[in-house]
């Protein structure tokens, strides 16, 4: 990171002042959205847009194991407005620099708690902290979030109802009327859009969670139909947490819920993994002061402003690992989603040296800087990380790798790397390993939240980078830890080894970067050769077919924010179409500039990312094909080499047809581009004075 600054200049109040009205508001740079907190029966909060609602007044506050309730029964005491300014690089991010505005309002209350609010041109935070010395034991966090049940909302639900907290944090979304929302706890982000506020939407997401668990929410019942509507999760750990609201509690909205402090960990047998077996009647413990996750209201009038909020990153805590060029982001040959499915070759494909010297010799055809040795290069069934099994040696293959140019991350259950985090973060470290796909955590409760933090922090010691699998959405771990550079927390393309025909990646593949997009990196893995129509997909776990066409595989490399992203398909697939894989595998990873150009959330997406002077533009469409207008008009003056990959002709037929076209062409053209359905487009645009080869 090249520089860092974080000014806190207090110029709306110097000083500490008593407050005397029982509402305080503070106003975004712009003064359009307002955050209002009023100090009533209990501790509300609410978010206005041009003076419109977008959140009526909502309770909120921290319940404590003795019993007492933050925000409760006349808690402010002072108050104290500033202006909050966070201006830095941004290593590893959808852009390399950011500037962020914010007005503060800081509320001192009683027992030694605190509440600061900031208001952003972009949306609304809020968190709360303490200044106690001693233990502070968290029975409850109180969030009931009023946008009225007449809101829409989309939400992606827990896919265990039995015990909704032990779960991927990967399903699609559910766009439905907030008051038909389903009675099962949903993970963030979560996308809402009230009626009469122009279209803006609203999106609940967290920030800098450390120490604590992070939130999910429920729908509250509508007032007309009473408590007795609701059909709980039968999870005890969940029933246990529905603590009443204060007084003036509201219907038809959000409620937060969260995964209980873990008591007792056990194991499955099959790879090592721990898992939750009982837990506290608590959410989270800690020692002196603290600030505990921002809540965030991103605020959007366009679709197009969502994935380019930059509220999750900006709200973080600052590096806390110092220089960071010793981390390379990159492009990954990858084995599982392909089931090491080589053809044509003289040995037996599977998990074994020769096998991953292939990939090797792949990666470094088309310069891909990292090969992934995935689950079973130790045996999973004994959690056996500091032993490459028989068939693989991975000496051999790091001096291999180093030849060619080509380095070695290695996967690993979370837990399992946990229990053996410094001999394992030395040995591979000293062997050449340059980083740790970490799978499986499956959770999100405060003891695996602070797991996670353990490792980054861990791993940075030795100059390991970290691929975050089976994980909750970011909330801002990349901006303290940089050497995490990817998170799943998508439903990727792992789905289609094992969807039905009924689900619609398509459609989702055009949601998720707006929703998802907005917490932060993802690591979808694309890049399937193998591709199916609506009509045609066909469901297949050995040699696996994407949803959509080939060019929407291809789109995915510039819509992502994803600074470690895998080619998921196998090597001898690649290498039937040279052209082909050498366009998407030339793609950056990082960028110093990001645009959304066009899109609607759930029908298609166009973004266009800069490195130094050359653009890449990348479009995606639902199953609904279209044509989309594109004006070059956020190109310099000049002439332009334009390299198009579009669906072919017949891409609505056969999903695997493309087609590459060039032209010169400037800032004053505007090119029409046929989308498939389930299609897509890239763009590959650089001065015509540089002369391109495909």
């Known amino acids: 990171m090249k520089k860092y600054f974080f000014l806190l200049i207090a110029i709306l109040a110097l000083s500490a002042q008593e407050v005397s009205a029982r509402e305080m508001s503070v106003a975004s740079p712009n003064g359009r959205i307002v955050a209002v907190v009023e100090d009533q029966a209990g501790l509300m909060i609410s978010v206005r847009l041009d003076g419109v609602a977008l959140m009526a007044p909502s309770p909120i506050g921290l319940t404590l194991a003795d019993g007492t309730t933050i925000g409760r029964n006349g808690a402010l005491g002072f108050a104290r407005k500033s202006v909050v300014v966070d201006d830095t690089d941004a290593p590893f991010y959808r852009q390399r620099h950011i500037k962020t505005t914010a007005n503060q309002l800081d509320l001192k209350m009683k027992g030694g708690f605190g509440l600061q609010v900031r208001a952003y041109d972009e949306g609304v935070s809020y968190r709360f902290y303490t200044t106690r010395k001693g233990e502070t034991i968290i029975k409850n966090e109180i969030a009931e979030y009023d946008f009225g049940s007449d809101a829409k909302a989309w939400l992606a639900y827990s896919t265990n109802k039995e015990k909704p907290f032990a779960m991927a944090f990967q399903n699609t979304y559910d766009e439905t009327p907030l008051a038909q929302a389903q009675d099962v706890p949903a993970f963030l982000p979560v996308t809402i859009q009230k009626d009469g506020c ?21 729908p509250t ?40 402090y873990p008591k007792k960990m056990d194991y499955y047998k099959w790879r090592g993994m721990s898992y939750v077996a009982e837990t506290e009647d608590f959410i989270a413990k800690s020692k002196g002061p603290r600030t505990y996750p921002w809540r965030v209201f991103a605020v959007s009038e366009k679709d197009t402003e969502m994935p380019v909020n930059d509220l999750v990153y900006t709200l973080a805590s600052p590096n806390e690992i110092g220089k960071t060029d010793w981390i390379k982001p990159g492009k990954v040959a990858w084995d ?83 229990e053996h985090l410094d001999e394992a973060c030395r040995k591979y470290s000293e062997m050449g390993v340059k980083g740790f796909k970490v799978d499986f955590l499956d959770r999100n409760d405060q003891t695996a939240v602070e797991m996670a933090e353990r490792i980054a922090r861990h791993c940075a010691q030795y100059k390991l980078f970290l691929d975050y699998h089976g994980f909750y959405s970011p909330t801002g771990l990349n901006r303290t ?41 993802v690591d979808f893995t694309p890049g399937a050769m193998r591709n199916g129509t609506r009509s045609n997909w066909v469901e297949c776990y050995e040699n696996p077919v994407s949803m959509g066409t080939r060019c929407h595989q291809a789109a995915c490399y510039v819509l992502h924010d994803s600074p470690f992203t895998m080619l998921c398909d196998a090597p001898t697939n690649y290498e039937l179409e040279p052209d082909y894989t050498k366009f998407i595998a030339e793609i950056p990873v990082v960028w110093d500039e990001t645009r959304v150009l066009q899109g609607e959330m759930g029908k298609y997406i166009v973004v266009a990312r800069r490195l130094g002077d050359t653009w890449y533009v990348g ?32 891409a609505g037929h056969n999903a695997e047809d493309y087609r590459f076209d060039r032209q010169v062409l400037g800032k004053g053209d505007t090119l029409s581009i046929a989308m498939a359905s389930g299609g897509g487009f890239v763009l590959r645009i650089g001065k015509a004075t540089v002369v391109e080869h495909l």
């Not at 032993?387 to 293959?397: E, F």
């Not at 639902?622 to 669906?647: H, I, Q």
């Open 198 to 218: 122009a279209g803006a939407k609203v999106t609940l997401l967290e920030s800098d969670l450390r120490q604590y668990p992070g939130m999910f929410v429920v």
């Open 221 to 260: 019942p509508n007032p007309s139909q009473g408590e007795g509507s609701l059909n709980t999760p039968s999870d005890a750990t969940y029933n246990a947490y529905q603590t009443p609201l204060p007084s003036g509690g509201v219907g038809g909205g959000l409620k937060a819920v969260f995964a209980p």
């Open 336 to 418: 599982w989603w392909n089931d090491w499915n080589l053809r044509g070759v003289s040995f037996k494909a599977g998990i074994n040296t020769d096998t991953y010297k292939y990939y090797i010799d792949f990666a470094a055809r088309f310069g891909l800087q990292y090969i992934v040795l995935d689950e079973g290069w130790y045996d999973s069934s004994k959690g056996d990380i500091m032993n490459p099994i028989a068939d693989v040696d991975l000496t051999a293959l790091i001096s291999y790798g180093r030849e060619k140019g080509v380095d070695v991350v290695l996967w690993t259950v979370f837990n399992v790397l946990d």
């Open 481 to 521: 830890f940089p050497n995490v550079l990817n998170y799943e927390g998508v439903f990727g393309m792992e789905e289609c080894r094992w969807a039905k025909k009924e689900t619609d990646m398509p459609r989702y593949d055009v949601t998720f970067p707006f929703m998802r997009g907005m917490a932060g990196n």
């Open 619 to 650: 479009g995606q469409t639902s199953w609904d094909a279209r044509t989309v207008s594109l004006p070059l008009d956020f190109l310099a003056e000049g002439s332009y080499f334009v390299t198009s990959l579009t669906d072919g002709v017949n």
